[in-house]
């Protein structure tokens, strides 16, 4: 069945420093990818997606490209705050409208100043 | 907009007992879902709910999980009896078209 792969965390960062959270999956046909963010104490977030191959979603200076030849979507961000200290999940949906979503273990992220 | 509201926000119990989760979603979302997250794992998905007809239930453990969506609106999720590996946190999101809104969930602990 589908599946995604996520690296494992924790992954420890000083302010400023790049950020890269490797994400691969598994799925039949052609699946919208997704990260979702959890923050301390609050629930889950959309962060960014992608619904096609060579797609890229951004926010808040995160980015990730959907790459079907490597089933990957790998997120970047440039310069951590400590403000992006949390826990990452990357995901997918086989359903067209983005739902029913299958998610990976998450990676912790902890920035320090 | 308020958000997917779920109650309680923690609950403990001892195993054997029953316990029941509620969720209220983000008006005018027609589909609802309950997922399982236990500790260092992500979400799984347990029941999806379109309006007040089931439309995924092949991960809910139904000889001890139950569901229902009243009215096309509310849900609960019912545990009886419950186990120590059903401890985690129990989240529920609504969809629109395109896009999954979580609630805070519900951290069982089971001792």
């Known amino acids: 069945g589908d599946s995604v792969t996520q690296m494992e965390g924790p992954v420890t960062l000083s302010e400023e420093a790049f950020l890269t959270i490797n994400c691969t999956y598994t799925?039949?046909?052609?699946?919208?990818l997704f990260w979702y963010v959890q923050y301390p104490g609050e629930g889950l977030q959309l962060l960014l997606k992608?619904?096609?191959?060579?797609d890229k979603g951004s926010n808040k200076g995160f980015e990730a490209t959907y790459r079907k030849e490597t089933t990957s979507f790998h997120l970047e961000k440039g310069s951590v705050q400590v403000s992006d200290s949390a826990v990452y999940f990357c995901?997918?949906?086989?359903?067209?409208?983005?739902?029913?979503?299958?998610f990976g273990k998450g990676t912790t992220l902890s920035v320090s100043s | 907009e308020a958000g997917v509201a779920q109650s309680p926000r923690y609950k403990i119990i001892e195993k054997r007992q029953s316990v029941a989760f509620w969720c209220n979603p983000i008006s005018g979302h027609a589909t609802l879902y309950w997922y399982q997250q236990i500790l260092g794992q992500g979400p799984k998905l347990l029941i999806q709910f379109q309006n007040n007809g089931v439309v995924d239930d092949s991960q809910l453990p139904k000889d001890r999980f139950s569901a229902e969506r009243l009215k096309g609106v509310d849900s609960t999720l019912k545990i009886q009896p419950a186990k120590l590996e059903d401890s985690a946190v129990y989240l529920c999101?609504?969809?629109?078209?395109?896009?999954?809104?979580f609630g805070q969930g519900t951290r069982l602990t089971v001792v």
């Open positions: 992608a619904t096609k191959a060579d």
């Open positions: 995901a997918l949906s086989s359903n067209q409208a983005g739902t029913a979503l299958i």
């Open positions: 999101a609504s969809s629109s078209l395109s896009r999954a809104f």
């Open positions: 799925a039949t046909g052609y699946p919208s």
